[in-house]
């Protein structure tokens, strides 16, 4: 048998990565009051701790207020937010994973309904139970569906107070107990509102050429890195294809060739990984919209994406998106097409999704790697045997 790559460890700076099974930043739209905490984000991120996966990732913490996609957001925006972080980290330190932080602001997808509720803009329906609308900041004073709040264009200096928010959040993120870091730039949220062509309509010097639209990105992991600890790694989170196609059947929207200069240059920023995720730069308005303009989901439709910036800006990535089971990863990591595995939502249908993979490779046959207050009655049980 082949040595399982899934479950071998992954050294970046300092940190040693146990496995390569990383828990995907999944966003639950249930902070307490003003983005703390609460014990159901400690519930949902320690169970995956005791499930087998070497990372668990936050969702996207917000870094300013204004780019809170719901009131549901988790905040870093401030130092209360440190010590409620500090209790799932310590409880993820004590079972030997590594913590890590996803930092977010919303930008044109800010001011949204969670998506239980509809997932289209707040309104005044909203406000009457307390959560009223705002108005949303983005690269550029419009908004790419009818009936969305229309953003408003950030000035230079809110861009500039934005990037120090960035730092500032890293900083607390790391008082947190945080041992790795992902800055979210995907999905048409804040930084890839500003990456995208289809986006971004600025003529100053965050907008214009893709030196001018991958300003604000390169500022903000470069404010980021200038607060981590030397040790800490840096995980950059990229649309990394926009899926737009004009009328020629060209892309009228970000490249994967952007993406290989982007990550170039993140690299030479002290970004250590590129989180390979795709699209989402049209904002859908409503959960049947979000229906409509879906095609049925491909299994790991994003690997070859995080495979061809690997290859071609020579940095580690991590592959996500519709990656289901222990050999189907394991297979990616084989290829040479990632260096880490990120599971989102079979996650969330198996929490123990790491250790029935380790079982499905072999790596694990006699319940070893669960927890002794789990594996030791079912190592019995399998050795008394059941009657068929
Ligand atoms: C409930 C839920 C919340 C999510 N929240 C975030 C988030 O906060 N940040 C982010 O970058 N992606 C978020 N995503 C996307 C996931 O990280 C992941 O990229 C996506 O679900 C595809 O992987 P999967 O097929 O394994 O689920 C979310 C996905 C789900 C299902």
Redesign the pocket.
Known sequence: MIESLLFSPFQLRAVTFPNRIVI????MYKSAPDGLATDWHFQHLAKYAIGGAGTVMT??LIVDPIGRNTYGDLGIWSDQHVAPLRRITDFLHQQGVVAAA?L?HAGPKSSRQRPWEGLGPLGEAEAAKGEPPWQPVSSTDSSSVAGWHRPRAMSVAEIEALVAAYGASARRAVAAGFDAIDI?A??GYLIHSFLSPVANQRNDQYGGDLQGRMRIALEIAASVRANLPDGTPLFF?LSCVDWRKDLDNRTDGWTIEDSFVLARELGARGVDLIDC?SGGIRAENSMMDYKKTRTKLKRGHQVPYAEAIRREAGIPTMA????LDGPQAEAILQAKQADLI?????A?TDPHWGLHAAQALGVDPDWNKWPPSYGWWLQLRDAIGIEA
Request: proline fraction near 4%.
């Open positions: 995907a930043p999944m966003q969702e996207g996803q977010h979210h995907a999905h989170r995720s996500v998106g519709v990656i990120a599971i989102g939502r079979e969330l």
